[in-house]
């Protein structure tokens, strides 16, 4: 349940509300009459970047921590959902693009780090705490329902994402940023 939450949050993110920043963002150059520069023209392709590689990241470093709390990257991308709304509603919080950027990465942190974590803990017996000594036929079905849980997650983030940029914001649907 917690994967699937996490990746509802994260797919929100970066399929809305990164659309709608860019956008507003490139809205905000052409008004000003200025030439884009090539970071402003490709924006949400350095951003997608700035995402993918903060997911790597954390994927990366498994061995290094493991999560004993399942619900910790679930509250983090919860927490990182509403700073992207309150940015893009009324407040203007990531309008340096260094700023977003990192941001990103750090918004790729929780998606990955769930995703490396749950799955060994799904296939793997370990001595900690939260682990529940499960049967290989358990710890397949848990896979599974892993799996299953994450599509779900980016299937309504999908649906939801689509469904509010339609009626809200069509035109970013006709003419999307970075053209």
Known sequence: MNMGIVNFFEYLIINLLLILHVDKRQRYVLGTGRQTSFLEANEYQFLMFAYYAGSFISRSTLHSSILSK??????????????WVFSLVKYDLFTNFYVTFFFLVWCGFPGGTAYSNFFYLANTRT?????????FTERELTVNLLLFSNDLGIFFAGIIGFAVQAYYFP????????R
């Not at 399942?70 to 700073?83: D, K």
């Open 70 to 83: 399942a619900f910790t990257p679930t509250i983090v991308q919860m927490i990182n959902f509403t700073l």
């Open 127 to 135: 001595t900690l705490e939260c682990d529940f000594n499960l049967h």
């Open 171 to 178: 035109d970013t649907l006709y003419n999307p940023p970075s």
